[in-house]
């Protein structure tokens, strides 16, 4: 089995570093149906429930927040299991002041969208003055305890790889952020737009108090309206249980045991000779060099996330199919917004869109781009400008029979 994986992408030339590390790695299972073996079937269970858990205010819902449940957000791409992307879009916004220097809206760049019955929602109090504002669409969690899995080390030696291969063309900005359960610890952030997080729990804690207003351990603050805090009337923090919260934790087991997005249906034969085309030809124009199209994960036992988790078996030493590096490049799309924490350098720069599980986001009519602005494959392909102009302009020249099969294989994701 080994041996055949090895002659699958020995025709890609990306991931080559990858390579030395993969030895017998077996290939990360692919689902939207079934766990990736992670958990047992009622630890499973469990964690699913939490996920698609509608809270309430006596949950402490609120006061001002985005929706009520994780899966509202990230509904089911397939019959199962929830954990999808979808077109619901999140607003961050803040404004310019001298010297272009970016603060962000009082309170932090998240401005909620909804409140508790009686308040006003902070988007409604929202100051035109606070004139940069910007969506940030909702991504897939299939797969992400894989992504989570990866040293950071691999990170970087992939930004590094990218310089290499471009003459420092490309070198996608490699972003150290805190790890929120082990304090005074960094770690390479690969979740969310700006990869302001690298673990799971971390991200989970984030998401629970901004989406949802619900605090933890982790993030012991309510959410603020335009920076003013308003009592929700139950004590922080609301998640109590657990080391940092039952539901913070249920939630991170969860996406770790999401099986990897499967590739859509392959159809006929002939379209298996296209598809394998096209992905040579994206290879080869250089799409690869930011969308790898394979990543390792660290070997069982290996601690990441600042020493804070242990790889298990069911995650270590696992071969998948990104299609994406997870790290930060200014192609032209955006972000205006400079998140908190985010080094300046970074302003413009906006995480690579993983691309596997792309077919079953175009099905589903889910748009592209971080703020969701392109609607179809050739849209999103013409948004690339500066350091993946080169790359977009050798897709353009190609003769058409070769772009469509380019498409056919992004389809087929
Ligand atoms: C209101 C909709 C909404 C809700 C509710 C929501 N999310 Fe998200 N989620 C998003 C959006 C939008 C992003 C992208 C945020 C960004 O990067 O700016 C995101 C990103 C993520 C990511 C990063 C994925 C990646 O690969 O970048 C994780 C992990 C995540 N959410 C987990 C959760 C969990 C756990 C919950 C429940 C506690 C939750 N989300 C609730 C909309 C939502
Ligand atoms: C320099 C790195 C880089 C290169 C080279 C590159 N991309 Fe991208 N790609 C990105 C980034 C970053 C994004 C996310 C941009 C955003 O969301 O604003 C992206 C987004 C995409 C998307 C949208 C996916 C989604 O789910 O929203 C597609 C499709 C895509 N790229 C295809 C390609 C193709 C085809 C090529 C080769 C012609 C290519 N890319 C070359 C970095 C790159």
Known sequence: MCVWRL??????????????????????????????????????????GAFAEVETPSDGLGAHFNDSSCANCHPAPGQALPGGGSNVTELRAGHEGANNAFSPAPGGTLVTLKALAGLTPEVDALPASEN?????????????????????????????????????????????????????????????????????????????????GITSRLMPDDNTFLGAIVDDGVADPEDTGGTFGEDVEKFAAFMRALSAPPGASSGDRSAGANIDAGSKTFESIGCGTCHLPQLVTSKSGTLVNGGAFRVPNALGNKIFHPFGDFLLHDIGTGSD?????????????????ALWGLGTRLLRKVPLLHDGSASTLQEAIQRHKNTAAEEAEKFQRLPESEKAKVLQFLQSL
Request: net charge positive; hydrophobic share 45%.
């Open 7 to 48: 002659r699958f992408f020995a025709n890609l030339t990306v991931g080559l570093l990858a390579f030395a590390a993969i030895g017998c790695a077996k290939p990360a299972p692919q689902s939207f149906e079934m766990q990736n073996g992670l958990l047992s079937p009622e630890e499973f269970e469990s964690a699913t």
């Open 337 to 353: 917004v400079l998140r908190e924490g985010m080094p300046v350098e970074a302003r413009h720069k906006v995480r690579t869109a």
């Open 132 to 212: 940069v504002r910007e969506r940030f669409i909702t991504p897939s969690l299939f797969g992400a305890g894989f992504v989570e899995s990866v040293s950071d080390e691999m990170l970087r030696r992939t930004a590094q790889d990218q310089s290499a291969r471009t003459n420092g063309r490309i070198r996608g900005l490699v972003r150290e952020v805190d790890v929120l359960e082990a304090p005074g610890k960094k770690a390479v952030g690969r979740f969310g737009w700006a990869a302001q997080h690298a673990s799971l729990l971390s991200f989970s804690a984030d998401a629970y108090r901004n989406e949802m």
